[in-house]
């Protein structure tokens, strides 16, 4: 089945839409933890900038793509966000965050209308 | 107003260190969003977000900002559910994450700790010592000490029982908007009598200064019994908390219920049987054993002389952890499957069911939205009613989020000032002023204003929350 760009980024949008800021996940997070509690180096923080790059909110630049590749993709989020928010896979809407970046799909404001 | 950025990192950074200070977007955006179902516009987001490490950074930083007249914002975790914690206009955020030292002082019977603790930390930490941190928010984890006692929330029905977490406070340093450091109260366990300035910033929701140490009693760990009651219908629980107090019973220290809806979501998600109708569980505290026991057979046998289809003491721990996590799981499970927009009434108690009735009725009713559910639960005991709108789905735009999210708060601060209420838990300020101003004379917001551009002259703190800014 063909799957069209727009549509996995159309995908990804609703589900990191979804998150409602509640922060629950942010204690677990190695990264979090390192930095002495900065949220954007949280997996809250990298869903809300997954999100604002998506929506053309931010445009990809060195600190989008610093706290987004901060995620060790270690998957302690996830057990929170199921145990007490969500249910959003996080670390994986993470992991197609950075792929859709990494391909270069994803560019902030030069794709508004994503 | 036109801030060059670049200048003001740089300014910034010589106060606190170039390591703590952020101008890029992307950190600004994720300490601007909060709760708040909708999403942040360009106004909601900061020039900088800053992590100082103690008072005296920020007293510099605010000194700063009033000289270039630049609004601050203090962040704890931004859990707040009516909007305290969004920047309503562009400023600097200050979190106060990194000032979480804790320092036990059992010999002087009280701890001191930073703002940016998480209570989970907390809690931790005073167990060590057989202590008990008298506040226990649903946002537990990650919310902050500071962000607490700004507000002065407990949760549950600990207010009834305990009192505020406010009545345990001995003193504080804090910095004043305009950057003096000061102390207060006492390192005596006993509080000052009279016109002790501890109790102005308590619950002063970040307006009147930066709250960087606080001093706060210890209070030893009680035994615990707990109460499971079912019910035919959700206003067999009210009619019983109403008696309860009528009959001058000391209230339990959690006494939580979950309507006939939410006690089935609960119960299923848990793995125990389907209850015939709603559910009440209650934790009863004491400081000796016996104490406790007796205690709870006595709440048991007022609890069976009303009209409960079942009472009794759980004694097994693990099965109290599965009724009582059925609270939790009832609110995830709409989290998962839609939306919710939740109230708090806290009406007078007499006059419990009559509120319960009008709150159904409005959010079956809604203006902005047709096809939602009803369903409640919360800290009755207090008494607090948590009446939630239901959505099923999470396909919903910015602007209906926005409209039900405020038709589900002016609706239900109707029924606060009906029924002689204010809310318990969630502060006055940010999206809570137009009650404010609809519940008491004209002069009691006068005086607000009075007392926040006495000391903070410029309105550098918080900018917007005393102003009911969205």
């Known amino acids: 089945m063909d799957v069209t760009r727009e549509e996995i980024m159309d995908t990804l949008l609703r589900e990191v839409g979804k998150c409602r800021a509640c922060r629950f996940c942010v204690d ?6 390192a930095t002495e509690g900065i949220e954007s180096m949280s997996p809250y923080g990298r869903l809300q900038i997954l999100k604002y790059l998506l929506n053309g909110t931010l445009d990809e630049d060195d600190p989008s793509v610093y706290c987004l ?11 929170l966000c199921q145990a007490k928010g969500q249910n959003l896979e996080v670390s994986n809407l993470i992991r197609l965050g950075k792929y859709l970046l990494s391909q270069g799909l ?9 | 107003m036109d801030v060059d950025i670049k200048k003001l990192a740089k300014d910034l950074s010589k106060i606190m260190g170039k390591e703590h200070v952020f101008t890029d977007k992307p950190t600004s955006v994720v300490y601007a969003k909060d709760t708040m179902p909708w999403d942040l516009e360009e106004r909601n987001i900061p020039y900088a977000v800053v992590r100082p490490g103690n008072a005296q950074e920020i007293s510099k930083l605010l000194q700063y900002a009033n000289e270039k007249l630049i609004p601050v914002h203090t962040h704890g975790s931004g859990t707040s559910l009516v909007g305290l914690a969004r920047p309503k206009t562009n ?11 804790i320092r036990v ?21 005073l167990g060590k010592y057989n202590a008990l941190l008298p506040v226990f928010p649903g946002s537990e984890l990650v919310a902050t000490l500071g962000g607490t006692i700004a507000v002065n929330t407990s949760a549950h029905g600990v207010d009834a029982a305990l009192g505020k977490p406010g009545d345990f406070i001995l003193g504080f340093e804090l910095v004043l908007p305009t950057g003096e ?5 006492t390192e005596s366990t006993r509080r000052p009598a009279g016109i002790d300035p501890t109790k102005f910033f308590i619950g002063s929701e970040g307006l009147l200064g930066v709250l960087t140490l606080l001093r706060m009693r210890l209070i030893p760990l009680p035994y615990f019994q707990h109460i499971v009651a079912s019910y035919r219908t959700t206003e067999d629980i009210l009619d019983t908390v109403m008696e309860m107090y009528k009959q001058r019973i000391f209230p339990p220290l959690f006494f939580e219920y979950l309507d006939e809806m939410a006690a ?16 009440a569980m209650m934790r009863i505290h004491s400081w000796s054993k016996a104490g406790c026991e007796e205690r709870a057979g006595d709440f048991l046998k007022f609890l069976q002389g009303g009209s409960p289809t079942e009472a009794r003491i759980v004694t097994d721990l693990h099965e109290w952890n599965k009724i009582w996590s059925s609270r939790a799981e009832a609110g995830n499970y709409m989290y998962r499957l839609g939306m919710t927009f939740g109230s708090e009434i806290s009406p007078r108690v007499d006059k419990l069911r009559e509120a319960f009735r009008d709150a159904k009725s409005f959010i079956l009713n809604l203006d902005s939205y047709q096809g939602n559910e009803f369903i409640s639960f919360g800290h009755i005991g207090a008494p607090t009613i948590h009446a939630y709108a239901f959505l099923r789905t999470k396909d919903i735009p910015n602007d209906v989020k926005k409209a039900v999210a405020l038709e589900m708060r002016e609706k239900s601060e109707d029924l606060n000032i009906k029924y002689g209420g204010c809310g318990g838990e969630w502060g006055l300020t940010a999206q809570r002023v137009s009650f404010l101003k609809k519940k ?22 918080n900018r917007g929350n005393l102003q009911g800014w969205m």
């Open chain 2, 264 to 279: 089935k979501i609960g119960y299923e998600a848990v793995g125990l049987a389907e209850p015939e109708g709603a559910v």
């Open chain 2, 440 to 461: 008491y004379e004209k002069e009691v917001y006068e005086v607000l204003v009075k007392i926040k551009k006495a000391l903070d002259p410029n309105d550098i703190l």
């Open chain 2, 105 to 125: 002082y059992p010999e002087r019977g009280y701890f001191e700790a930073g703002p940016g603790i998480h209570l989970a930390q907390l809690r931790k930490e």
């Open chain 1, 106 to 114: 994803v560019k902030g404001k030069r794709n508004e209308k994503v």
């Open chain 1, 28 to 33: 677990v997070c190695p990264a979090y933890q």
């Open chain 1, 69 to 79: 590749y901060s995620c060790l993709q270690c998957g302690r989020c996830d057990l």
């Open chain 2, 91 to 101: 400023c600097i955020v200050l979190d106060t994450a990194r000032m979480k030292d």
């Open chain 2, 181 to 185: 450091i000061i102390t207060t109260g």
